[in-house]
């Protein structure tokens, strides 16, 4: 029992390096703020989750310590990320950072410039 | 729901002090005598009986986790392809939700969803502002995430 806990949270931090990583080539790679975002909030909050939950795991069968610190920071991460991430998209949109060239519909260009004139 | 609970609590400890013995055990058998109690009265509430709210936002909540597994699947594939011939975009959506936790709920279930992301809320709520790696099909994303995420949502909030 628990040499298949051992195995779970070993796969678990694996996996979570693994997403990380692969956060880490799409903020390279990916051509505009936008979608590099899109890897960043995604790939990064489950990767830092499943490291977390993989610790969790190890410290409560193998030492038998229930750490719900660990828990609180697998809450808080997921219920964060997200609005981090649609806050730095909404401040790069409306300070003017351009799309990709490549993109193909904007849809929010046309309600700012409405506000503008309001202004 | 909160007054059900807060109800249901208060029976909890009603029952402690007629067995008198105050153990946390007590307290389970009281509010399960109680949760009893309140399904027998449930057309005296204005509200739906809340374990069925409850259940709602346990689905939310394995919504959640899904979308975010599949998410990262997608993130993968946009990330290791070896062209980079997606068409991003961003797109308007309307909404049927009005309070603003509802749509705060709906904003980050998309954000987490596979290929988009919230840029903006309009002034009035009604907008959703997405922007998605690949616009092609926008309008069956739109079509899954209203009968997804939204109903979901609408069966907790109900």
């Known amino acids: ?119 | 729901m909160a007054f059900q609970i807060l109800l249901n609590v208060v029976l909890a400890f009603t029952w402690m002090f007629l067995k008198t013995s105050y153990t946390s055990s007590t307290f389970f058998v009281g509010y399960l005598l109680g949760l009893l109690i309140i399904f027998a009265f449930r057309n005296c509430f204005s509200g739906r009986f809340y374990l069925i709210r409850a259940y709602a936002v346990f689905r939310l909540f394995l919504i959640f986790i899904k979308e975010l597994i599949l998410a990262n699947i997608a993130v993968l594939k946009v990330v290791l392809k070896p062209k980079l011939d997606m068409r991003p975009g961003i797109f308007a959506m309307q909404t049927v939700l009005e309070k603003d936790w509802e749509i705060t709920v709906l904003a980050n279930l998309i954000t987490l969803t596979p290929g988009t992301l919230v840029v903006d809320v309009s002034d009035d709520n009604k907008t959703l502002y997405i922007h998605a790696v690949d616009i092609e099909d926008a309008e069956d994303v739109i079509q899954g995430i209203k009968s997804t995420f939204e109903n979901a949502i609408l069966e907790v909030s109900r």
């Open chain 1, 1 to 119: 029992m628990i040499e298949i806990v051992k195995i779970i949270a070993g796969a678990l931090i694996l996996f979570g390096a693994f997403l990380s990583v692969v956060a880490t080539f799409g903020v390279i790679r990916l051509p505009d703020v936008y979608t590099r975002n899109h890897a960043a909030s995604k790939s990064a909050t489950l990767g830092v989750m499943s490291i977390l939950l993989g610790t969790f795991l190890y410290f409560w069968i193998e030492h038998g310590h229930f750490n719900s610190r660990v828990i609180l920071a697998i809450v808080f991460i997921f219920a964060t990320s997200p609005v981090a991430g649609h806050l730095i998209s909404r401040a790069a949109y409306n300070s003017g950072v351009p799309l990709w060239e490549k993109s193909v519909q904007d849809d929010l260009k046309g309600k700012n410039q409405i506000r503008q004139a309001e202004k």
